[in-house]
């Protein structure tokens, strides 16, 4: 339908999402090779630039319990600093290409879906925009109609819903 209503309309696969189901392989991985990390389990899932010097010290030491959970998180530092590096589809999509081939072993899923997808996720490069703001508004108009419940009339849902982004 989007093709028929927009049809100069390229199909972008959003960075965060395509992100979250490499780190959510990487957990399964996490998990599969009885690495438990209690109240740093995320360490492994942030990003390894945000991490301070005692966050590094963690880091290295879970990565130190399994060669295979050092191999995979190496994979998604690698395949997160293809979206930093790359400035345009062609690069983009000739990096991830070759990230493929190195992770289908290790991502098993994770690549078999961006592999079906890949024309999308490097229309990313395109111009580099996130539907960050747009899913950020999207959670606050529902959280305005969980609130709403009660309201008599559309009226006053419309007019709280105008109030609250007039700023």
């Not at 395949?79 to 990230?99: P, S």
């Amino acid at each position: 339908m989007i093709q028929e209503v927009f049809p100069n309309a390229q199909i972008i696969f959003d960075r965060f999402h395509v992100m979250k189901g490499v780190n959510e392989e990487l957990n399964k991985i996490r998990r599969e090779c009885g690495v438990d990390v209690n109240k740093n389990r995320f360490i492994i899932l942030r990003n390894g630039i945000s991490l301070t010097d005692d966050e590094k010290v963690k880091l290295e030491y879970v990565l130190g319990q399994s060669k295979q959970l050092r191999q995979a998180y190496e994979l998604k530092e690698e395949f997160r600093d293809i979206y930093e590096r790359c400035n345009n589809v062609d690069q983009g999509k000739d990096e991830i290409t070759a990230w493929l081939k190195k992770a289908q072993s290790i991502y098993c899923t994770a690549t078999k879906t961006i592999r079906n997808h890949l024309d999308g996720i490097c229309n990313y490069f395109l111009n580099r925009i996130t539907s960050g703001v747009m899913e950020g508004i999207n959670n606050r108009l529902k959280l305005i109609k969980r609130q709403a419940y009660g309201f008599v009339s559309f009226e006053n849902f419309r007019d709280r819903l105008l109030a609250s982004f007039a700023n």
